[in-house]
């Protein structure tokens, strides 16, 4: 059977596997008692197990049954669940992980056997109560006993045809062994098809497989009961072969008779078979495909509701419709503007629901990043001797898969930082008065256009002045310009690259990457963060993301000649304002509209737009005022085009772009260019 087909599904099953398994397991720390997380464990850890035998990787089959064989002891009572034992499960978890690394990268598990890991296993359930039925079960077995049911075993009912027997006659000539073996699977076995895929593997190099009653599809596709029965040409004994198939995991039995020689069968049919033989033979042997070493497997897929699917399918289905709809149109003599324009609506309405409809289906729930923090906040307690809990919230809100790919580094960089900078010690909290236990909070929930992501601490907050004496202290900022400075500037000297105010270098913090590298990221993507703290009540740090990355709604503006793009996530309001409104503080152009002073941008001056030597400034201005966090602010533009759908495209590598104003650029529908502001940077 060639499984390599398969390899992508493998690799997005086996994860869920691996993060179900991380969450159970957290669960069963705190809950250890609790059967239907212990039953949970132990599905999933036999189908990460029947999954990698399917697939021919050995080394994560013997690790992750191995891993049964401990939660098959837990399961019936033998063994207790201890933070011990826990710490031993979640290497196990790293090791297949690594294993899964290793198959992305080059559809290979790759070499480490893990010889630890399994000792430790192992010695667990030595110390424990060892599972001597599963032991049992994967040993090889030299001999076989018929069962008592054997008169009804279906070795005696396989039909061979005519190339088959020859085949059979042949091997006799040549003093060869002709088997047919009934093989059984155990009861619990949940994958049925893998363990007989295992059968078929192990038999290989041991002799040839002429036939398989049910056939190898039936088996491939599991249809069949609990057993099955196989014909094969061997050089060595019965029971040497018996105790290859029961070397198989899950395999309860195994038993069989010498397949005797036919009748004389004529050279005429058995000539004419010749060909088909080997077909039969080929299709049992056929091992699963490897694909060359150092070529990274791809796996950029996204699941998809079927539903979804349909909606796409008949979004089509219009536009194909819209598009003969212009075609009737404009090969008629009698072209009329009403019924073209007509169609051109018709298209844009379709088009509009074809990219919702697009977006959608790119959409991914955020819990696909977060789901690995709360084991990493646990690992976190433990290196840094803190009691602290992490509470989640808004997991299912949806981001964009170019998005979701990228966020997980800055929200682990923020769940450390916490962890390690904002917590106070057991110590500490204990004489502030503060629960024993620190509380992070990571929630998210969507704000129009955008994301918000939240990462909250209950700890010290940030000490704004030992953030001032730090950057005097690094050079980073004058003693005259920290007293001018306010408790938001200095904070955000934090997002400076190599600033940092941990006392020691550790592998948690202390190195000056983090907070710079979030920063970067999340701009990067579109988006900002600002930060919230108290002294001695906590931190909020504050992550706003655009749902996607792809198209946009965008009001289209004119400054000198050129026209350019602002995204309507980050506008409030478009106000027509008399020149004499504008007013002064410390020397820039405000407005007061509507009881908040608004700083002005004159757009034409940030982006070194020229203007003719007879150009006057008008009377009125527009202003379009734009939101960052809390910041306000207002552009000043030349003229209005109007709301536009457009298509985002980057600048590339080939263009250096110091001006982080310019988030980058879209083609128009007349072919002219139009670059697109950044509303964040503008602020």
Do not use: W
Not at 253 to 264: L, S, Y
Not at 349 to 376: A, D, G, Q
Request: charged share 30%; glycine share 6%.
């Amino acid at each position: 059977m060639d499984v390599s087909q398969y390899l992508e599904i493998f690799i997005d099953e086996t994860k869920e596997h691996i993060q179900s398994l991380s969450d159970q397991l957290m669960i069963l720390e705190k809950e250890p008692e609790n059967t239907d997380t212990i039953n949970e464990i132990f599905r999933a850890a036999h189908s990460l197990k029947g999954m990698a035998g399917t697939m021919g990787f050995t080394r994560m089959q013997k690790l992750t049954h191995q891993m049964e064989n401990v939660f098959s002891e837990i399961r019936t009572g033998k063994m207790s669940v201890e933070a011990q034992l826990v710490d031993v499960l979640f290497q196990c978890l790293d090791a297949i992980e690594e294993y899964l690394s290793n198959i992305e990268q080059t559809a290979s598990e790759g070499e480490n056997d893990n010889e630890p890991i399994l000792n430790q296993l192992q010695a667990i359930l030595d110390g424990g109560g060892s599972p001597a039925a599963p032991a049992a079960a994967a040993a090889p077995t030299a001999t076989a006993a018929p069962a008592a049911d054997n008169g009804n075993r279906k070795y005696k009912d396989f039909v061979y045809a005519e190339f088959e027997k020859n085949a059979v006659n042949e091997a006799h000539n040549k003093n060869l062994n002709v088997f047919a073996i009934t093989v059984q699977v155990d009861e619990s076995c949940i994958l049925k098809a893998a363990r007989a895929f295992l059968v078929f593997k192990s038999l290989e190099s041991h002799g040839d497989i002429i036939k398989s009653n049910p056939s190898v599809q039936d088996i491939e596709d599991e249809r069949f009961d609990l057993d099955f029965s196989i014909c094969i040409i061997t050089s060595e004994s019965y029971e040497k072969i018996i105790g290859v198939i029961k070397n198989v995991s899950e395999i309860k039995d195994a038993v069989g008779e010498p397949v005797p020689a036919f009748a004389a069968v004529t050279q005429e049919v058995a000539s004419s078979k010749t060909e088909q033989k080997k077909e039969a033979v080929a299709d049992n042997k056929k091992a699963p495909d490897k694909k060359p070493a150092g070529k990274p497997v791809v796996n950029r897929s996204v699941r998809v509701d079927i539903e979804k699917l349909d909606v796409l399918m008949n979004l089509v289905s219009e536009l194909i419709i819209a598009k003969n709809g212009l075609i009737s149109v404009s090969s008629s003599d009698n072209v009329s503007s009403r019924g073209f324009t007509e169609q051109i609506e018709y298209l844009e309405r379709v088009t509009t629901n074809l990219h919702e409809s697009v977006m959608k289906v790119r959409m991914m729930p955020i819990e696909t990043v977060t789901n690995k923090f709360p084991r990493m906040i646990r690992e976190l307690a433990k290196k840094l001797d803190k009691k602290m809990e992490l509470y989640m919230s808004g997991e299912d809100t949806e981001l964009d898969r170019t998005v979701i790919d990228e966020i997980g580094d800055p929200l682990m960089h923020l769940l450390r930082n916490s962890a390690d900078h904002g917590l106070e010690s057991n110590e500490v909290r204990a004489q502030r008065g503060k629960p024993e236990v620190g509380t992070i909070e990571l929630n998210a929930y969507q704000d129009g256009n955008n994301v918000v992501i939240e990462v909250k601490d209950d700890g010290n907050g940030i000490d704004v002045e030992s953030v001032r004496n730090k950057a005097i202290e690094k050079g980073s900022i004058t003693e005259e310009q920290a007293e001018t400075m306010s408790d938001k500037e200095i904070i955000d000297l934090l997002f400076k690259p190599s600033f940092s105010t941990a006392k020691k270098v550790s592998d948690i913090s202390g190195r000056g990457v983090g907070l710079d590298v979030v920063k970067t990221k999340i701009e990067t993507l579109g988006g900002d963060i600002e930060v919230k703290t108290k002294l001695g009540e906590g931190s909020t740090f504050i992550i706003r993301l655009p749902l996607t990355l792809a198209i946009i709604q965008a009001l289209m503006v004119v400054v000198g000649d050129e026209k350019y793009a602002i995204s309507l996530g980050s506008i409030q309001t478009i106000e027509d304002i008399p020149v004499t409104d504008i007013k002064y503080v410390q020397s820039k152009e405000v407005i007061n509209l509507r009881g908040t002073v608004i700083p002005l941008i004159r757009l034409d001056s940030v982006l070194d737009v020229p203007r003719n030597e007879d150009y006057e400034a008008p009377d009125r201005m527009l202003v379009i005022v734009v939101k960052k966090g809390d910041k306000l602010a207002g552009l000043i533009i030349d003229e209005l085009i109007g709301q536009q759908e457009i298509v985002i495209k980057s600048l590339g590598k080939y263009i250096n772009n110091n001006n982080k104003v310019i988030g980058g650029a879209t083609i128009l529908g007349d072919g002219e260019v139009a670059l697109i502001l950044d509303a964040n940077a503008l602020l």
